[in-house]
């Protein structure tokens, strides 16, 4: 398609025509529809009349305007419905997604180990273990947040995300 790399700019409007109006697998619709209230018109079709652009041509002035008027009123329901779309959408991705996730759950007094993320202080390195501990499980929260104790029993003044740890096996 293209023959050289400096004539980009030539071939940008191609590529935007096929990105607005193909047709979104979140919402449904195309964003030509979603913006205009119509079906867009490929250039060839002007040429070689389609089925919409004959319909359209056949009407008078008054016609038109009245058909119009009815499909901008209809607008509304076109952005809701694919709001609708774009939440079912969301909500089976998310089906999809937890269907292969387990739930790490964690017992008050188990023992556990806390990952060392490289923008903490006790990071020394690419090479030292990303892991330290064991700590204590003292409270179990909501949401999946849980406070830790040192083994001597000093509590952490923060609460840690279940994802951070991982259970310790002596």
Partial sequence: M????KDWHEQLSYA?????????????????LLVYVTNAVIPIEVEIPSLQIIQEIELDDAEW???RYEQLALIDEKRMIAVCHG?????????????YVR????QIGQLVLKRI???????????????????MV?????????VLAEIDGQEWP?????????????
């Avoid at 923060?158 to 002596?170: F, H, L, Q, W």
């Fill in 2 to 5: 293209i023959d050289n790399y």
């Fill in 16 to 32: 935007l025509l096929g990105h607005r109006t193909t047709a979104r697998t979140s919402t449904g619709a195309t964003l030509y």
């Fill in 65 to 67: 305007i009245h058909k």
């Fill in 87 to 99: 939440q079912l959408y969301q909500q089976s991705m998310a089906r999809a997604f937890n269907k």
């Fill in 103 to 106: 739930a790490r759950v964690f």
């Fill in 117 to 135: 993320f490289p923008n903490q202080e006790e990071y020394k390195g690419k090479f030292a273990p990303n892991w330290q501990g064991p700590y």
């Fill in 138 to 146: 003292r409270k179990v929260l909501s949401g999946g947040a849980i």
């Fill in 158 to 170: 923060k609460a840690i995300n279940s994802d951070a740890i991982k259970r310790y096996y002596v």
